[in-house]
């Protein structure tokens, strides 16, 4: 079984900056992308940033120019560094893997969700 286990929410003022982190373990798979996706009460999940295992990388309009994401791959992780925050990042953040287990996959694993809350 593979397992996501994020850290780094909490609340901040806005303008303020946090950064997640989110850390892949278990045993017998590989990673394709990475993901951080939110999630405000009553609305939908949506995509933040997402990573390739080479790098490339896509951030929704709304954070572009503010969040960065990163990864490193050898210790299978994925950051998102966020920067002048806005009350209207206030969310839970969820962090995605697609894993792919020998020739099966990918399958969508999802982390815990952390609270991430901007104060006006």
């Known amino acids: 079984q593979v397992q996501l286990v994020e850290s780094g929410g909490g609340l901040v003022q806005a303008g303020g900056s946090l950064r997640l982190s989110c850390a892949a373990s278990?045993?017998?798979?590989?990673?394709?992308?990475m993901g951080w996706y939110r999630q405000a009460p009553g609305k939908q999940r949506d995509l933040v940033a997402t990573?390739?295992?080479?790098?490339?990388?896509n951030y929704a309009d709304s954070v572009k120019g503010r969040f960065t994401i990163s990864r490193d791959n050898a210790k299978n992780t994925v950051d998102l560094q966020m920067n002048s925050l806005k009350p209207e990042d206030t969310a839970v953040y969820y962090c995605?893997?697609?894993?792919?287990?020998?020739?099966?996959?990918?399958?969508?694993?999802w982390g815990q969700g952390t609270q991430v809350t901007v104060s006006s």
């Open positions: 278990g045993s017998d798979f590989s990673i394709g992308a």
């Open positions: 990573i390739t295992s080479g790098g490339s990388t």
């Open positions: 995605n893997a697609r894993i792919f287990r020998g020739v099966r996959g990918p399958y969508d694993y």
